[in-house]
């Protein structure tokens, strides 16, 4: 009995080292932990606080940089050699051949006043078209504007195109066709006492004509004018007729 009372106090004290040693063992490994853990982190703040120190310092010494503008070097250009560049017009012409008698020169200079000749009549002949238009246009203008200031609404009428357009500029369609101009002009006539419109500057081209004109009208005495004001009109003729109305407000 004895001996089984030492043999458990022996394991009982073998346990009881080995539970010792381990916790020491445990201890001094977090403590371990624990210290690399505070060196790694001292180490970072070390770094960091260093980059810190080392971009303040490259702030402060660009700012202490003063700008300098690039400077332009000019091209060198090599005058010994020649310019072979392929620029439009460049092209050397060919010498025109030369009449090589009296009945070639006789020849050359006669086709070449021809040609002139042709040219004028051709030009001359659209200019003589255009020039005849422009003064049918203007006599059917003047004649309107006669007609206006008489307040003759039938021979103003005449001047017209049954389908007559009107318009206030750019394209704004005011009225179209002989009933409504009668009905737009023939009461503005009996109502006023005079009417009187006088071209300022007129411009005549082809089938247009365009008037800068100055109106001037009386409402209730003939003999005077209460009512004054610049107006630009465009008239488009065809055939003699007045086919369409362009107002500049």
Request: with cysteine; proline share 3%.
């Amino acid at each position: 009995m004895k001996s089984l009372s030492i043999i458990f106090a022996t394991l009982i004290t073998t346990a009881a080292l080995i539970s010792y040693a381990a916790e020491q063992t445990q201890d001094t490994e977090a403590e371990q932990k624990s210290a690399e853990q505070t060196n790694s982190e001292k180490a970072a703040e070390s770094t960091k606080t260093k980059n810190d120190t080392n971009t303040q310092a490259s702030d402060e010494k660009l700012n202490t940089l003063e700008y300098k503008e690039p400077e332009l070097k000019k091209p060198i250009i090599d005058t010994t050699k020649p310019d072979d560049s392929k620029v439009l017009g460049n092209e050397t012409p060919k010498p025109v051949e030369k009449p090589k008698n009296k009945v070639e020169k006789a020849a050359a200079v006669a086709e070449a006043e021809k040609a002139v000749t042709q040219a004028k009549e051709a030009l001359t002949a659209k200019q003589q078209a255009k020039a005849k238009q422009s003064r049918e246009s203007l006599a059917v203008v003047e004649q309107l504007v006669e007609a206006y200031n008489a307040r003759n609404i039938e021979q103003f009428l005449r001047m017209y195109d049954e389908d007559v357009e009107f318009y206030i500029f750019p394209n704004e369609l005011l009225f179209k066709g002989k009933e409504k101009l009668i009905a737009r002009y023939g009461l503005m006539f009996k109502k006023l006492k005079c009417i009187n419109s006088s071209p300022i500057k007129r411009i005549v081209h082809g089938d247009i004509v365009i008037d800068h004109e100055l109106s001037e009208t009386c409402s209730t005495d003939e003999n005077v004018v209460d009512k004054r004001s610049e107006l630009v009109s465009s008239y488009q003729i065809k055939d003699g007729k007045i086919i369409r109305v362009l107002f500049f407000r």
